[in-house]
């Protein structure tokens, strides 16, 4: 019995000690997001890229910065491993290879994402009073979102949306050629929807959401673009099993649009009931699973289920919604959208994107 005890003692302080190394590591790597973040967002990552080694205020003056503080964020740039120094020379160089993958050189800036950390903490008290008197976290508290969710998009969403995204429904591309009625509902600040009034003139598009800033920015796009075969509408889509103008569209999508809805089958009802009957709805969503023990090999799983209580679930909430939530799955995914009357449903995954499955779905 001694031995025994013994021995699970022993495992129970390695499984501690093995904890609290990840801990460490957490709170190191969280730190990293948000230098990375602030990064991104003064351009220093741009600055260093293919450059020569710099001292700090050499980087300071090419990207207009204050010397102090760029000192200081290149201290925690290189006890992250991400900038390298050379302390003789009190000089500092991004590697092409971080290089590439932190600024627009590469096929995805990761940066990007990073400003998610600390976008989200910034509502953390208003959170943590829900938690306690429940309801939700307003949209207006999230003033920069609809400005990261673009960059979001125009990584997983625009690069892929015509050789990848739109062919997984058979036939579309050409429908779009030769001139089909297009509604993009959650659109966001609408850059799909740009790409592909551009793309297909004879076609014409529509995009609703309930952000008056994503809307205006949209609609500024369009007018400087001269694309007068693309429309905006403020519109709150709570509603849009009854209000939606029955047959009125041969294509629907929603691009990462349904999780953080109000009433996300109310919005899917009324998605169905807005299709012709030869109509394609097309769906790009969280890839997750509707059970918490599944998720846990997720590659994202944890990063996800913090935007969800910090975002997605908490704003839907907010409006008297469901409170879907980020991570509400497959599963949950699929039996939602045979209630709201979709029979054919197909589901893929595509190889450059391991944050998001793709439905084509026909009435």
Do not use: K
């Not at 092409?96 to 600390?118: C, K």
């Not at 450059?352 to 084509?360: A, G, K, R």
């Amino acid at each position: 019995m001694c031995n025994v005890h013994s021995l699970s003692v022993a495992e129970a302080e390695a499984d501690s000690g093995a904890f609290e190394a990840r801990l460490v590591t957490a709170l190191n790597e969280s730190g990293l997001m948000l230098l990375t973040a602030i990064g991104h967002r003064t351009g220093l990552f741009e600055a260093l890229a293919g450059q020569a080694p710099l001292t700090s205020r050499q980087l300071a003056e090419r990207a207009g910065l204050d010397e102090r503080y760029v000192r200081e964020w290149l201290g925690g740039m290189v006890a992250g491993g991400v900038i390298d120094t050379d302390p003789a020379a009190g000089t500092y160089r991004l590697p092409d290879a971080h290089a590439e993958l932190l600024t627009d050189r590469g096929p995805a800036n990761l940066a990007v994402y990073a400003q998610f950390i600390s976008l989200l903490g910034s509502v953390e008290d208003d959170v943590v009073r829900c938690f306690r008197e429940g309801g939700g976290v307003p949209y207006s508290r999230y003033p920069r979102f609809q400005e990261v969710m673009a960059s979001d998009s125009g990584q997983t969403v625009l690069p892929a949306l015509f050789d990848a995204i739109l062919p997984l429904a058979p036939g579309l591309v050409e429908r779009l050629d030769a001139g089909i009625r297009v509604l993009d509902c959650a659109c966001g600040r609408g850059r799909a929807l740009l790409a592909m009034a551009e793309r297909f003139p004879a076609s014409h598009f529509v995009g609703y959401d309930l952000s008056d800033e994503a809307i205006a920015w949209g609609r500024e796009q369009a007018r400087a673009a001269g694309l007068d075969n693309l429309a905006f509408e403020v519109r709150d889509l709570s509603d849009f099993d009854v209000s939606a103008e029955p047959g009125a569209f041969d294509l629907v999508t929603t691009f990462d649009g349904i999780h953080d809805q109000a009433r996300p089958r109310s919005l899917l009802a009324g998605i169905h009931r807005s299709l012709a009957p030869d109509g394609v709805y097309l769906v790009q969503d969280i890839h997750a699973s509707s059970h918490h023990h599944l998720d846990r090999d997720h590659p994202l799983g944890t990063m996800l289920y913090a935007v969800s209580v910090s975002h997605c679930m908490t704003v839907s909430l907010a409006q008297g919604g469901e409170g879907l939530g980020t991570m509400w799955g497959r599963e949950r995914a699929l039996a939602y959208l045979q209630e709201a009357g979709f029979r054919d449903i197909r589901v893929h995954q595509l190889e450059h994107d391991i944050q998001n499955d793709y439905f084509v779905c026909r009435p």
